[in-house]
């Protein structure tokens, strides 16, 4: 079901009441972005209801916008949606090209201050001559739990069947000279030990043994039971094999096998098997993106509040839970990315889960490389510094 709401612009009063609103104010705008505006259908709409913002699709309207584009893009987002995505479309107009009256360039900069509250400093934008409106269209997708599922399958991703009691950690002797430096420990309140469990690929006939830990893993909601790096993963590979033809031929043969199917799911299921098994050459978000029929495509990240600081959120609401998907980035950008912390442990099972394995590894494996490089970096100051000492009793140096 596709949604469709109208121009973007900043709220009333721009900059000067944004700025006045309280540092938990600012964190529920931040996390309220990370929705889509429509609650789900489900008997409960509290704030636990909402649906994620999993990928965001942009592309520009106007008149560079041909016929073509149009119907591939329509065709593309019309098999997004009989998979069980849910799509709801935003315009942007740019608003600083719209401003013909000089008068009026504190209220731009205002409303262009207002849509910059979540970066560092927001500058004025240049004085620009007249143009024409430019308007982007943001597509944004959500997966609900099931799709997710079913994408998992496909893509025979490992997920937790059962939890591991008894993990055996290797621990490497650095790790415990570590454990006698209080400085290097991360807040365990915050970052909490990993749970370990046992993974096996995902597979329908087997749901029953992996639904206990649906709503267990990481929270009280299945929502979080996929990592953000997770979900992303999985709808962009579905995004990668998604077919955007558009010849009658095809049309018309997809007709007649949907005729075939009465239930919703199981049409939901027969156009998923086809995305995974058919050849098209017409498929894929990255042929869009070649041939200009989408601007860019992208994950959305949670805002990064650098303005708001640990001590100013009070520590009921970081523990419990309301605003995860926000506190994800901002506890790393606190207490991971910031140089004051190059001393502390890495949170590494949190960097894997929102940003994925690999950028995960990559900090695991620069970690042991520094370990590795202390040693050789001892002796090499030793034998400097001992040079140094001796070349004041060296009489070949002294004369």
Known sequence: MSNKSGDSSASGGGC???LRLRPVDWLEEADRQLYLTTLSTGNN??????????????????VRDSAVNKQRRQAFQHKLESVGFIIEEQDIVGALESRHNDDNDDDANDELTSTRLFSRRGRKAKQQPPQQQSVKRFVRLHAPFELLLELAEKTRMKLPIEENRTPSVPKMPFDYLMSWLPFTKIDCTL?????????????????????PLFDTVRGNSRDLYFTPAQR??????????????????????EQQVLQGTGDVKERRVLELEKIFTGSSTSSGIEL??????YDDCYPLHAPLLKRIEPHMIPSWIMMKGEHRN?????KLWWYWSRISNVFKDQPVSHIKDYFGEHVALYFCW???????????????????FYGLWA???DVPTSQ
């Open 16 to 18: 000067r009441t944004l």
């Open 45 to 62: 709409n509290d704030s636990r209801q909402r649906r994620r913002i999993d990928f965001v699709l942009v592309y520009s309207l106007g």
């Open 191 to 211: 970052f909490p030990p990993e749970q370990h469990y046992f993974l096996a690929e995902y597979s329908k006939t087997l749901r029953y043994r992996f639904e």
């Open 232 to 253: 992303s993963r999985l709808v962009y590979d579905c995004l990668l094999r998604t077919p955007f033809e558009t010849t009658i031929e095809s049309e018309t043969e």
């Open 288 to 293: 869009l993106l070649r041939d200009q029929v």
């Open 326 to 330: 926000t506190f994800d980035r901002m």
């Open 366 to 384: 620069l970690r042991w490389y520094i370990q590795m490089l202390l040693l050789p970096c001892v002796l090499g100051l030793s034998v400097f």
């Open 391 to 393: 070349m004041k009793h």
